[in-house]
């Protein structure tokens, strides 16, 4: 005896297979949510990789302008030490020559020829004296000007007088005034024969020379 199959099996299997392909298509869902999770979460992570590395390229690029900045300043420093070095330096060459120049003159002046007072101005030096002739006053301008230590020696007047030596007995005698210069130190400053501490006793020393 035959059997029938009266059950829609034609539907059933449609029915099977929309399930399997909806089961399929969820599961393909699921594995695209995932990855697509997954390259989110790979690309968040590069992404704080690269804010982390932008902050500390930042950081290091604050720390080498600093470094810059204090190099700078250094070498400033460094600039301004060299060159009070430099002045120091310079003083330091030039502190004896006030005491050469007075030690110069002293040598120069000739015999009968007496310095009476000696005048700064500057970088120049005005001597006013007596001499017993103008061959003496020639005389010492010749050994001022070959001298080293001045730069340049000149004859600013010369005058024949008579000078009492005993009371009424004169001597014919000659004033006379010269001017010496010298090469200003490299800083510029303005030597002083002041500050050798010896110019009153070296013009007194003259003067007691010129005494009768």
Known sequence: MRRLNLLPHREWALQRQQLRFKGSLAGAMAVGVAVALAYYASLQVQLNRAQV?????????????????????????????????????????????????????????????????????????????????????????????????????????????????????????????LQLKWVLPPGGSTLSLASAGGTPAAVQSFKERAGP
Do not use: W
């Open 53 to 177: 590395n932008h902050q500390t390229l930042q950081a290091e690029t604050l720390l080498f302008e600093r470094q810059i900045q204090d190099m700078a300043r250094v070498a400033l420093d460094m600039a301004t030490l060299s060159t009070q070095l430099q002045a120091v330096a310079d003083v330091q060459s030039y502190r004896h020559l006030p005491v050469r120049m007075l030690s110069e003159i002293a040598r120069c002046v000739p015999q009968d020829v007496y310095l009476l007072s000696l005048r700064q101005d500057k970088e120049s030096l005005t001597l006013h004296g007596v001499a017993k002739s103008s061959e003496r006053v020639s005389a010492l301008l010749r050994a001022l000007g070959s001298s080293a230590v001045f730069a340049k020696a000149e004859l600013v007047e010369i005058v024949a007088t008579h000078v009492g030596v005993t009371p009424g007995v004169q001597r014919r005698m000659v004033n006379f005034t």
